[in-house]
DNA sequence: CTGGAAAGCGCC
DNA sequence: AAAGGGCGCTTTCCAG
């Protein structure tokens, strides 16, 4: 090994000459803290916060370009480092990293800069052609971690020591081998370049920008939420007969099966305690009042403990905004999915959850703009099956529950009742899912004879449906894998497993994901042409959230005629699918009260 | 005291 | 026996 230290130009153009032949790789960090006593600590003390200076935070860097060297640096406010930060905007020297957006904020971090890549301060990293972690991602996305300890580990059986210039050299290796798997597996380097590389610096700048919370009125929530848990849990302690702790399902479960004696949940309790989920309270409810009030004390504490009180722990002291994390490599199907917090959870079902919605809020001047697109998985199955019944229904706009509803139920349109056409929503999507009688059947409360019933009469009026899930059935058989239009892979393993139990989950996977996963890749492709769209012609609106089939825009006031028409024709026209796809635009204040 | 499993539940 | 796809967060509980 010759890991050293980069000290002088000369070196560093010696580097850059070597370049031009081979790639330069980089492993970009934080510095480690060098006290050694506060990295533990996991919310930076807030005198701290003020005491720091945007334009001079420190970052640990390394560059490799041959096997087995690299040259370690400390980019501060040295001239030199002038000199490494021109080598890292400059588009036209390649490089290769590991996880490209947290590189990109970890400098902007540095630099101070907001935007990350508009003309006012361009990208203060450019020319990244190799991200070891999205070729990790895409060759198997089922793993649940694509770090670059993991990723050594499994490729190479290497075990990293945590030294920043051993991380440069190996991302140079990775990214030599696994660019090389990429390009060698039909339609993947293409999902690569044109979907999830570009897709980076978008979700950079979405993290950056964050969201604006009401702190204040989440307050208000809070001590609210607080009397009505308090005033529940007397209620149920009341009816027990005894104080207990509610949040507890064991001690729940004693209370209610054995103290009191209600009827134990059919087929539940798969271990050795009673569940004492949501469908089994609500079946309890009919015998007894204590069921309501815990599933009324449940709710409360959810919302309370997820949202209320979480959401301004995460408000960041600079911005005075919540700033999520994207995970671009964290599903099996091609969504995103987002951390600390999760903002593509936010409740919306019940009245009370959308009032935690409407803490979102949009900046003075400006409003928020969601859009989202309308049963996209649905529109997908319809594209994929030729199914002409349902490619018809959507290309005439007909409401596709109620159609459900009457060719399964019998029933003529005119007379469906929204309890038909409930029941008929919950059919075609227990057909995205992979359906089967006994989760239909559960689902409706009804018996598994007429959900097979059901099930089995969808697939007599939908027949290209059926077709198309033989198809996709027996291609998994063969591949042992799975593929979205755009080629995103997915393994399936266990398609011809003799265990019937994987082999039925290995099924519903099959077919769910390439309707999942396409629409992950439909709903990329748009946020791209949107962002585009947004610099090219100078907008000040920035998307903000992304939450699988909606988008969410911070609009100033001015441009929201502009961004209505932008987002939605975006949306729709991302690819010429044999149905239309529509989307739904709504405008307000805040996340909840949208027209 | 910490880490992890299990249960439960918020979203698409 | 298990029995609809994909996530992340909070709480409880227990082992080390």
Not at 132 to 149: D, E, G, I, K, Q
Request: charged share 25%; hydrophobic share 40%; aromatic share 6%.
């Amino acid at each position: 090994m010759e890991y050293g230290e980069l000290n002088s130009e000369p070196q560093l153009e010696a580097l850059l000459k070597l370049a031009g032949k081979h790639q330069l790789a980089l492993a970009i960090c934080a510095p480690v803290a060098s006290t050694g006593n506060e990295e533990k600590d996991d919310e930076p003390e807030l005198p701290l916060l003020n005491v720091r200076q945007p334009g001079r935070d420190p970052v640990e860097l390394s560059i490799a370009v041959e096997e087995n060297k690299a040259l370690s640096f400390r980019l501060g406010d040295s001239a030199l480092s002038r000199r490494v930060e021109k080598m890292l905007v400059d588009e036209s020297i390649p490089k290769s990293v590991h996880d490209y957006k947290s590189a990109l904020r970890l400098l902007a971090r540095r630099t101070g800069t907001r935007t990350l890549g508009n003309e006012s301060s361009p990208s203060p990293l450019a020319g990244v052609r190799d991200d070891v972690m999205l070729f990790s991602y895409l060759l198997n996305p089922t793993y649940s971690s694509h770090s670059l300890a993991e990723v050594a580990l499994r490729r190479f059986n290497l075990q990293l020591s945590g030294m920043i210039a051993e991380a440069a050299d190996v991302t140079l290796r990775l990214g030599r081998v696994l660019r090389t798997e990429v390009e060698g597996e039909i339609g993947l380097i293409n999902v690569y370049e044109t979907i999830d590389l570009p897709l980076v610096p978008v979700l950079a700048r979405m993290e950056a920008a964050g969201v604006k919370i009401d702190t204040a009125a989440l307050a208000r929530m809070s001590v609210q939420l607080e009397k009505q848990c308090d005033a529940r849990s007397k209620e149920i302690h009341g009816l027990a007969g005894e104080e207990f702790n509610v949040n507890s399902p064991r001690q729940l479960g004693e209370v209610l099966f054995n103290k009191l004696g209600l009827p134990k949940p059919v087929k539940y309790g798969k271990g050795k305690t009673i569940s004492t989920a949501v469908d089994v309270l609500e079946d309890l409810a009919v015998e007894h009042e204590i069921a309501r009030k815990v599933l009324d004390f449940r709710q409360l504490s959810k919302l309370k403990s997820t949202y209320v009180d979480s959401l301004p722990n995460l408000v960041d002291a600079e911005t005075g905004r919540v700033h999520t994390t994207f995970n671009p490599v964290g599903t099996a199907t091609g969504r995103l999915s987002s951390t600390n917090p999760n903002l593509q959870n936010i409740p919306i079902r019940t009245e009370l959850g959308r009032e935690i919605r409407s803490a979102f809020i949009a900046e003075a001047g400006n409003v928020l703009l969601s859009a989202d697109y309308s049963q996209i998985e649905l529109r997908l199955l319809a594209h994929f099956s030729d199914d002409p019944l349902l490619v018809e229904a959507y290309r005439r706009g007909d409401d596709i529950h109620q159609l459900t509803a009457s060719e399964v139920f019998g029933v003529p349109p005119m007379l469906i009742t929204a309890e038909h056409r409930g029941r008929a929503k919950a059919v075609n999507f227990g057909i995205v899912y992979g359906i089967s009688p006994f989760g239909l059947a559960a689902q409706l409360g009804i018996d598994q004879k007429e959900a097979k019933k059901y099930i089995e009469t969808y697939f007599d009026r939908y027949r290209g449906v059926r077709a198309f899930i033989e198809r996709v059935l027996d291609e998994t058989r063969r591949e042992q894998r799975v593929r979205t239009l755009f080629g995103r892979i997915r393994p399936i393993p266990d398609i011809n497993s003799k265990n019937a139990n994987m082999r039925g989950f290995a099924e519903r996977t099959a077919v769910n994901t390439p309707l999942q996963g396409t629409a992950a890749d439909v709903i990329k492709l748009a946020m791209l042409k949107i962002d585009a769209e947004l610099s090219r012609r100078k907008l000040r609106s920035h998307m903000t959230l992304q939450v699988h089939d909606e988008l969410v825009f911070e609009v100033p006031e001015k441009e929201v005629d502009t961004m209505r028409e932008l987002v939605s024709e975006h949306m729709q026209n991302v690819y010429p699918f044999k149905v239309p796809l529509v989307v739904d635009v709504g405008v307000g204040q805040n996340w909840r009260d949208l027209d």
